[in-house]
């Protein structure tokens, strides 16, 4: 099946910096990609949507000044944490969909943030 | 909103008996997929299995099966002759219409436990 990968896999930052995450499709030209967040225990809460070469769809109560979104490539989007706080703290979850993998969405590993 | 509900938030199963995992959904749509996907302690989302709201037939892969009754809005899934290695979370999910670039909603998963 189709990879995704993501970059970094865990990133350990100070209050108050910002922190970049990293998610490409491998093997495929991703039209869309999703963005998740996931609390210990819970399940996985959709924060935006973002399609190549668009701005991004932010879920109600997902600040887009917060959670920059960029989807500049086929292959790349990226979510940034900006002024992060402890409260951000969690693991980030990437999907895509697109080209032959049209009829689904495959997962990135995640990344775990944690904000000191 | 489609919503989807687990109301089981663990289960426990030993080792090659039979379990069955429990999933309910609200939507108004009659165009929609309905997946099943498992997070080992790795948190990759991994896609245990697929089914097409038009398909009357219920969806198997493997030990894998799934219940689907559309009027009650019912998705279960039936793991056989269960492993060690099925112990995850599970998570039911939607997804309206066969495009892979609409959202998908889960659900709040369920725990499984595998007794050796």
């Known amino acids: 099946g189709a990879v995704v990968s993501q970059h970094p896999s865990r990133v350990i930052c100070k209050s108050g910096t910002s922190v970049k995450i990293e998610c490409r499709s491998l093997?495929?030209?991703?039209?869309?990609m999703f963005w998740y967040r996931q609390f210990p225990k819970q399940s996985l809460m959709l924060m935006a949507t973002?399609?190549?070469?668009?701005?991004?769809?932010?879920e109600q109560g997902v600040e887009k000044d917060k959670f920059l979104i960029n989807h500049a490539s086929l292959t790349l989007s990226t979510l940034t944490v900006t002024s992060a706080h402890p409260e951000d703290s969690s693991f980030y979850i990437c999907?895509?969909?697109?080209?032959?993998?049209?009829?689904?969405?495959?997962f990135g590993p995640g990344t775990r943030l944690t904000v000191l | 909103a489609q919503t989807v509900t687990q109301s089981q938030p663990e289960m426990s199963v030993q080792e090659a008996e039979t379990v069955t995992l429990s999933c309910t959904y609200d939507?108004?749509?009659?165009?929609?997929?309905l997946f099943w996907y498992k997070q080992p302690p790795s948190r990759q989302m991994i896609l245990v299995i697929r089914?097409?709201?038009?398909?009357?037939q219920n969806a198997t892969e493997n030990r894998f099966s799934v219940n689907f009754q559309k009027a009650a809005k019912s998705f279960s899934l039936k793991i056989s002759d269960s492993q060690l290695g099925d112990a995850a979370m599970y998570f039911c999910?939607?997804?309206?219409?066969?495009?892979?670039?609409?959202?998908?909603?889960f659900g709040g998963g369920t725990r499984l436990m595998v007794k050796p």
């Open positions: 973002s399609n190549e070469g668009s701005k991004a769809t932010y």
């Open positions: 939507t108004s749509e009659s165009d929609y997929y």
């Open positions: 093997d495929f030209q991703a039209t869309t």
């Open positions: 999910a939607y997804r309206k219409s066969n495009n892979a670039g609409n959202m998908l909603t």
């Open positions: 999907s895509a969909s697109g080209g032959v993998s049209y009829n689904e969405q495959f």
């Open positions: 089914q097409e709201a038009y398909k009357q």
